[in-house]
């Protein structure tokens, strides 16, 4: 009888606690919550240069810093090392 009582307030704290965080938005992009934002989405917005980048995206400035191939965080220094599928060799 006890472990079923400790099951139930277990379970109706969970879902209190579920509740709230779907109320809120989750941190998802929803009220309340942080825009996501996906690599390709940053990407599209590469201005050609390496380093800092600044793309409104959502609402928001998105603060980055790319390659010279364009690539969210890369590390390539050298444009004739890009990838056939970076930002640089689709422009």
Known sequence: MRKTAVQLIAAITISTMSLQVMAYGGGSGGRGGSPSL???????H??????????PIAGIIAHWKADVCGTLNGQVSDETKCSADSPKMSQ
């Open 46 to 55: 590469w201005n050609g240069k390496a380093g800092e980048q600044s793309t």
């Open 38 to 44: 996906t690599k390709e989405q940053l990407e599209q």
